[in-house]
């Protein structure tokens, strides 16, 4: 014979677990939850098409043209003149994040980084250390 109390706590047992069971995960991030949109590239706070000069103080300098960027995109392709300081003439892709402007070598090596200043330039360093500048 079941006692009152072992049948009362049946129901709290099963309304329990279907409570637990019964979570969506909505504010906890698992599948079924609002899912958060893809961050978008930060765009380049000028439009880095067209032909620039970098130069390395003491170190030359050389003009590179820049490619636009790829709609949705915040990179694109660089061609190197002769002339370039350092590695720089391994220079073929460029890449503007959050952390500034990239400059990348055929195989995607970083060469420099560079930081974008007022009047529309950048400047910044080349991975061995050596100032740069990259202006119109």
């Not at 995607?108 to 202006?135: C, I, M, N, Y």
């Amino acid at each position: 014979m079941h006692s009152i109390a072992s049948t009362l706590r049946l129901p709290a047992l099963l309304l329990a677990g279907g409570l637990i069971v019964g979570c969506s995960g909505d504010r906890f991030g698992s599948p079924g939850g609002p899912t958060a949109a893809p961050a978008r590239p930060a765009a380049p706070p000028v439009n880095m098409a067209g032909r620039w000069m970098l130069s390395s103080p003491g170190r030359g300098q050389c003009n590179m043209t820049f490619g636009a960027a790829a709609a949705g995109t915040a990179e694109g392709t660089i061609a190197p003149e002769g002339g370039c300081p350092g590695q720089f003439f391994t220079s073929r892709k460029w890449l503007f994040d959050s952390s500034g402007l990239q400059i990348r070598n055929h195989n995607g090596e970083p060469l420099g980084q560079l930081s974008a200043v007022p009047g529309g330039r950048f400047d910044g360093s080349a991975t061995g250390g050596e100032p740069v500048v990259l202006s119109r």
